[in-house]
Antibody, heavy 120, light 106 residues
Framework: QVQLVESGGGLVKPGGSLRLSCAASGFTFSDYYMSWIRQAPGKGLEWVSYISSSGSTIYYADSVKGRFTISRDNAKNSLYLQMNSLRAEDTAVYYC?????????????WGKGTTVTVSS | DIQMTQSPSTLSASVGDRVTITCRASQSISSWLAWYQQKPGKAPKLLIYKASSLESGVPSRFSGSGSGTEFTLTISSLQPDDFATYYCQQYNSLFTFGPGTKVDIK
């Protein structure tokens, strides 16, 4: 079945780095745009980054621009988020999500999320 | 940047009630609006896209309407499984989520 599984979350000190991964299965990963969305504890959803199917087009939220890098490996059916210079406010559950082909910009498949905690 | 607001922030309702949630955009987003449902500890689920198109598998008691800057999500007859938080999301210019509306039991 169609599935996204995130990994790589954990506890990291302020200023540290972490790389999140998202493994896709059950669909042709290389056909789909993908996003990372996060949710701080007890808060709402915040879009983080977006990458086109080929990886040629990338967008970031202002809150992470210059610190986070999204990438993908279509041969490995995987999406990544390299997070550098982490801050306490980056603490959140990070979800990867698939862009709906018939309605680009909406997310029709989500992973269960991976938790990132930034604390000293 | 486009800002999204939702009202109310919390809504208390009973099973069988008709429920309406409003989402407003700070500028026109045409019909580029989606609605999601999220339950505690779970990932969001897409309900509605392009303001009024029902996602496959979503019950027909959910409907969306609106265009420009004002949108609504309506649940025609609230069911026990519908108690959750609902988010709108614009995708006219990058992506922005609304702050959410929690629907709880009266």
């Amino acid at each position: 079945q169609v599935q996204l599984v995130e990994s790589g979350g954990g506890l990291v000190k302020p200023g540290g780095s972490l790389r999140l991964s998202c493994a896709a299965s059950g669909f042709t990963f290389s056909d789909y745009y993908m996003s990372w969305i996060r949710q701080a504890p007890g808060k709402g959803l915040e879009w983080v980054s977006y990458i086109s199917s080929s990886g040629s087009t990338i967008y970031y939220a202002d809150s992470v621009k210059g610190r986070f890098t999204i990438s993908r490996d279509n041969a490995k059916n995987s999406l990544y988020l390299q997070m550098n210079s982490l801050r306490a406010e980056d603490t959140a559950v990070y979800y990867c999500a698939r862009d709906k082909i018939a309605a680009q910009g909406t997310m029709d498949v989500w992973g269960k999320g991976t938790t990132v905690t930034v604390s000293s | 940047d486009i800002q999204m607001t939702q009202s109310p922030s919390t809504l208390s309702a009973s099973v069988g009630d008709r429920v309406t949630i409003t989402c407003r955009a700070s500028q026109s987003i045409s019909s580029w609006l989606a609605w999601y449902q999220q339950k505690p500890g779970k990932a969001p689920k897409l309900l509605i896209y392009k303001a009024s198109s029902l996602e496959s598998g979503v019950p027909s008691r959910f409907s969306g309407s609106g265009s420009g800057t004002e949108f609504t999500l309506t649940i025609s007859s609230l069911q026990p499984d519908d108690f959750a938080t609902y988010y709108c999301q614009q995708y006219n210019s990058l992506f922005t989520f609304g702050p959410g509306t929690k629907v709880d039991i009266k």
